[in-house]
């Protein structure tokens, strides 16, 4: 009976590997540095140069390089995800290590969508910035009046550039790789219109909402310490150092960063 017992026991423990010590959820807001960087720059309405007035059904017809919520500075549109801190000592790395399978829970391996998609009801890309893992399907669909293009060129994804007919969609044929950058979207009919898509090999990322926040869930706690990421239309967090993210302790259960300031590169 007692074996029985252990042997239930075991099966409701969560299956993480020999490296985690249980799981966490890490959230947190991601806000414009006003004290260092002044005020946050305003959004500037768009000028379009064809379709004006399919254009001017967009109640949010503005620029998107920085999307900042004027009464609580949060960020919308940043990508933060994590990564495992890197071992000290040896060469410079060039990138973060990737997350060990064995630690990855299987709740969390498989997406909750089989499918992402980027659409364009009127003349921008919605969203604006969209993450995605492995082994999802892409789809870019048309809900405008107007027809549109969606042109891309990734190093790991290959080249689109599909004539999208009103109210039509296309749907990229294979499954979506993993990138070290982001991919760029752009309507070569509308040249104002882009969009980002990032694509990342395990599920530990998100993207900020309109007031900054990000959730991420089923994190393995890695000894306590882990590395955020975070980048938006500009680069990353800290400049092009930042691509290694920053140190962050976590906790087994959840684990809440407050307010975190994204760090502006002096141009």
């Given amino acids: 009976m007692r074996k029985l017992f252990a ?9 993480v590997g020999v490296h985690a010590q249980g799981v966490t959820t890490v959230k947190g807001r991601v806000v414009w540095d006003a004290d260092k960087n002044g005020p946050p720059p305003a959004r500037q309405a768009i000028k379009p140069t064809k379709d004006e007035e399919v254009c001017a059904k967009d109640k949010d017809f503005k620029t998107e390089d920085w999307v900042i919520n004027p009464k609580t500075n949060g960020i919308k549109n940043v990508v933060v995800w994590l990564a495992p801190e890197p071992k000290p000592g040896g060469a410079k790395l060039r990138d973060l290590p990737p997350f060990d399978p064995k630690d990855i829970p299987p709740a969390a391996a498989k997406p ?21 893992q492995e082994g999802q399907k892409m789809i870019i669909k048309n809900s405008a009046t107007v027809p549109h293009n969606a042109k891309w060129t990734s190093r790991e994804n290959g080249e689109i550039n599909p004539l999208v007919p009103a109210g039509g969609q296309f749907q990229v044929q294979s499954p979506l790789k993993a990138e070290r950058f982001p991919i760029n979207v752009e309507c070569s009919i509308h040249p104002w219109m882009k969009a980002y898509v990032w694509v990342f ?9 309109d007031d900054g926040n990000f959730e991420i869930k089923n994190v393995p706690v890695l ?28 906790k087994a259960g959840n684990t809440n960063l407050g307010d975190i300031k994204f760090k502006v590169e002096k141009k």
Wanted: proline residues 7%; glycine residues 8%; contains cysteine.
């Fill in 112 to 132: 909750a969508k089989d499918t992402v998609e980027l659409d364009q009801p009127c003349c921008r890309f919605i969203p604006h910035v969209l993450a995605a």
């Fill in 7 to 15: 042997l239930v026991l075991l099966a409701l423990i969560p299956a």
């Fill in 223 to 250: 000894n306590g310490k882990l590395r955020m990421v975070m980048w938006q239309d500009n680069g990353f967090s800290g400049g092009r150092e930042g691509r290694m993210g920053e140190p962050i302790a976590v």
């Fill in 201 to 209: 090999s395990h599920p530990y990322f998100a993207v900020t909402d």
